[in-house]
């Protein structure tokens, strides 16, 4: 590391947009049909995104919280059901589930990669479980292999969270050709982002037409009568967030390349800082998009944590304390029926509580910075932690 820079250089804004974002957004306004019934953006959005996931049955959504709720209910769950979520992660995982009426169980997860450990997930199966729910944390992907096996032999579904996976690929195949549900988000922290939206892509078309019915108020697209033919919402996409998603995703693949150039060398610095060990990788993610640096400083505690956090913002460093686990915010005992205890539940997520408390990642556009930059970030939370 290169000296103890008081401040890092100034990381590329997010999001990122230019002329491509503006003559889609003019292309949409332009045709005279604002919403996905009558344009042509969603349509060709949706197309294009499936295509680069390797699946030619997207749907496009209102929000990443929204394409989990979708897929489940066309998944089949609903009150009386359970859906195993990993307890490290951002709390749509299990609220997608808890607002269907079932009950979200949150299973512990890899110290190394943050992604749920398969072993917890086989240990809660029950015969009340319809999904297993893995997240692709950071853009690593969850052990789909284990996982395929476990949701083959159990007979439940598998649901992959892959909000933070977009362009990631699972030996050489991404979420869209693996067999399963995948759904992703576009909120404005996102790898490709139109302030907010969302998608899943399916396996077959069968499963995306039931999905379009739920998420257009159970309205086939060709109706006049106004026949409703199943239950459902409001969840469809506007012509403007695809017209700039459709910008977005043309970008992706360029910052992808340049934050898997930039991960290594910054991931070589932070193991060199004692007492910090950055997230590991599994070899068989084999192009991973780095939606956040992530790493873990083991016994820091989550009131030193909070402040090292606010001293690299200070010094010009984008960081976050890591998501709380779910089963410690307050909004997944208000809307979950189990009758555990925080105890109960995290006496069986040690992991959890290791990483919720002492994890702290940087936003991914650290990643789209220079050398010098990672150099920059390295030294300067040595010196935050040495100080």
């Given at each position: 590391m290169s000296g103890q820079p008081s401040t890092v250089s100034e990381f590329p804004e997010w999001p990122q947009y230019g002329d491509e974002e503006r003559t889609g957004l003019i292309r949409a306004l332009?045709?005279?049909?604002?919403?996905?019934?009558?344009?042509?953006?969603?349509?060709?959005?949706?197309?294009?995104?499936?295509?680069?996931?390797?699946?030619?049955?997207?749907l496009a959504v209102t929000n990443g919280t929204h394409a989990l709720e979708v897929a489940l209910e066309v998944l089949g769950v609903g009150p009386g059901t359970e859906v195993i979520v990993p307890a490290f992660t951002f709390i749509s995982s299990s609220?997608?589930?808890?607002?269907?009426g079932a009950v979200a169980v949150p299973?512990?997860?890899?110290?190394?990669?943050?992604?749920?450990?398969?072993?917890?997930?086989?240990?809660a199966i029950t015969p009340r479980t319809k999904v297993i729910m893995p997240v692709h944390m950071a853009g690593q992907f969850a052990d789909m292999d284990a996982l395929d096996k476990l949701a083959a032999d159990a007979g439940?579904?598998?649901?992959?969270?892959?909000?933070?996976?977009h362009g990631a690929q699972w030996r050489g195949r991404r979420a869209g050709a693996l067999g399963s549900v995948a759904a992703f988000?576009?909120?404005?922290?996102?790898l490709m982002t139109a302030g907010e939206g969302g998608a899943v892509v399916f396996p077959d078309e069968e499963l995306r037409e039931r999905a379009f019915l739920v998420h257009s108020c159970g309205?086939?697209?060709?109706?006049?009568?106004?026949?409703?033919?199943?239950?459902?919402?409001?969840?469809?996409?506007?012509?403007?967030?695809?017209?700039?998603?459709?910008?977005?995703?043309?970008?992706?693949?360029?910052?992808?390349a340049l934050r898997e150039q930039r991960w290594p060398l910054l991931s070589s610095l932070l193991a060199e800082i004692p007492g910090v060990v950055p997230q590991a990788t599994d070899p068989r993610t084999d192009r991973n998009p780095h939606y956040?640096?992530?790493?873990?400083?083991p016994g820091i505690g989550i009131e030193r944590r909070r402040a090292v956090v606010d001293a690299l913002i200070a010094r010009g460093v984008p960081a976050f304390v890591a998501f709380r686990a779910i089963y410690r915010c307050e909004g997944f005992?208000?809307?979950?029926?189990?009758?555990?205890?925080?105890?109960?539940?995290?006496?069986?997520?040690?992991?959890t509580e290791q990483i919720h408390s002492d994890c702290v990642w940087l936003h991914h556009r650290t990643l789209l910075g220079t050398e010098q930059q990672m150099h920059e970030i390295a030294a300067v939370l040595a010196d935050v932690l040495a100080g």
């Open positions: 332009e045709q005279g049909q604002w919403w996905r019934m009558g344009g042509s953006e969603v349509d060709s959005f949706e197309r294009e995104f499936g295509d680069y996931h390797g699946s030619p049955h997207a609220l997608a589930a808890q607002r269907l299973v512990d997860v890899d110290l190394d990669t943050y992604c749920v450990d398969p072993a917890a997930v086989e240990a439940v579904a598998l649901l992959q969270d892959a909000a933070h996976a988000s576009f909120q404005n922290g996102k309205r086939p697209r060709t109706d006049r009568e106004y026949l409703h033919s199943t239950t459902g919402s409001n969840y469809r996409m506007s012509e403007f967030t695809a017209a700039v998603l459709r910008a977005q995703l043309t970008r992706l693949d360029e910052q992808i956040m640096a992530m790493f873990r400083v005992w208000m809307a979950d029926a189990s009758d555990e205890s925080v105890d109960v539940i995290a006496a069986r997520c040690p992991n």
